[in-house]
């Protein structure tokens, strides 16, 4: 029960930075509407998500990485994929700004979730 405690706090506090974030610098946000940017995007999605699949066993059996590490190679490959298809696709906006905020806090709570799940318990 603490995990779903703590997800649940996590996107709280995800929710929280975009909406203050989009106030503070008044970004409106916006779709990629592109057809070539979509394509490109979920593209990149199915290879990351590929690569996730061919890099689980391989990590897990060789203790290279710890799973926890891989995690945050894995999210920020798409935080930064997606950020860059919006700075292309979506000149207008800035909301990437956003994205690779939302990337770096998501990762610092990745890199804290042993202590953040020793606070819950």
Known sequence: ???????????????????????????????????????????????????????????IETGILQLKLLFVIFFTLLFWLQAIIQYIYIKESKEYIITLLINVVFVAFLFNIDSLLKLYS
């Open 1 to 59: 029960m603490t995990f779903v405690w703590l997800m649940l706090t996590i996107a709280v506090a995800l929710v929280f930075i975009d909406v203050v974030v989009r106030k503070l610098l008044g970004i409106k946000r916006a779709k990629l509407t592109d057809p070539k940017g979509k394509k490109i995007d979920m593209l990149g999605r199915i290879i990351c998500a590929i690569l996730i699949f061919i890099m689980y066993p391989a990590v």
